[in-house]
């Protein structure tokens, strides 16, 4: 283990993409799970171990762990650790119930709770700690390969845009990389696998306020060698007028059945630029982000959260004297939904798709 548990490391690693250091946003190790806080990053770099249902419920809702794929993935070893404990149905019950709680949007927190339960439930309880940890472990792994099948799929779509005379411009909203997966990310794989296939690719990387979750991407994206510059939310639209926009490409926390998609945000803005300049609009995300039961976005439950994260942006120094709160009426919707009709296409583990025929996918 590179580091103690929630202690800086020392001396400070020079901020290495997670990778580089052996590091990722979650591993295990015998019975314990090791996370990123993602609170404190891109300016520290600090471990921490989940040990147990409460741990894990904090972290999600804390969000040291953050993104869909993540969340489902931390959720599941979250009942695997809460039955180490107490594999009784009432433990089984409560651990889905504590979990499920935590946040609202992302579906794959919902979709790998109802895997988990769907394996334990009709176990008799002494069956049920090993088997909980063995399906937390596939779900880990087929997430893995889904991030890298997304990558493939996403790969030849650029082959067949880009000029190679000219570096293809990419734009993408939030982080939906390797910190917010548990493999190369989800809109952020297609761009790592183009730059390791040697093709010329350039990312605008929106900020993402309030909580700056682009800073992630451009901080992963710099680790790991891949040109990127760090943009206002706000600039989106210019660089598109200017021409220097070739590919917007976004990850997904919900998508629902017609194809309307729950992101960060900010998103529905940047598509809605994006369809009336005719710039392709893609939304990468695993089959688990689909909420086959949701026939639309209406329907999407959409996280509100703390309005003071306006104020203090999460790993920034910035803080503001709470009492400049009083008097103030102040809103924070986490996500928003771009409708399917400016969608140009979805790529996920099996193949990309129009809106259109997105519903071939559901097995
Ligand atoms: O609130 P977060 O940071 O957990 O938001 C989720 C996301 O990371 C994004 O919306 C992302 O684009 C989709 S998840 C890969």
Known sequence: MPFPDCEFPDPMPDLAFPFALGLSSLATEGFEVRILDQRVLPHDVRMCVLRSLEDSALAIESMQVRGAPLIGVTAAYGVALALKKDASDQGLENALCRLGKTRPTAVNLHWALAQMAMRLEPLAPHARPHAAWQQAQALHRQEQGFAKAIGVHGLEWIKAQHNPNRPFQVLTHCNA???????????????????????????????TRPRNQGWLTEWELRQAGVPCTLIADNAAAYLMTKGDVDWVIV?????????????????????????????????????????????????????????????????????????????????????????????????????????????????
């Not at 990310?185 to 990387?205: E, F, K, M, S």
């Not at 009083?326 to 409708?339: E, M």
Request: net charge negative; aromatic share 4%; hydrophobic share 45%.
């Open 177 to 207: 990389g390797a910190l917010a997966t548990v493999g190369p990310g989800t809109a952020l794989a297609p761009l790592y696998a183009a730059h390791r296939a040697g093709i010329d690719i350039h990312v605008w990387v929106s900020e």
């Open 251 to 363: 990850g997904a926390d919900r998508i629902a059945r017609n194809g309307d998609t729950a992101n960060k945000i900010g998103t529905a803005l940047k598509a809605m630029a994006a369809h009336w300049h005719r710039i392709p609009f893609h939304v990468a995300a695993p089959s688990s982000t689909i909420d086959w039961a949701c026939h639309q976005g209406e329907a999407i439950p959409i996280e509100a959260r703390d309005p003071r994260e306006l104020l203090n942006p999460p790993g920034t120094l910035m803080q503001v004297d709470i009492h400049l709160l009083s008097g103030r009426t102040l809103a924070n919707p986490a996500f928003d939904v771009t409708p399917a009709d400016l969608i140009t296409g979805f790529i996920t583990e099996q193949g990309i798709c129009t809106p259109s025929s997105l519903q071939a996918l559901q097995k």
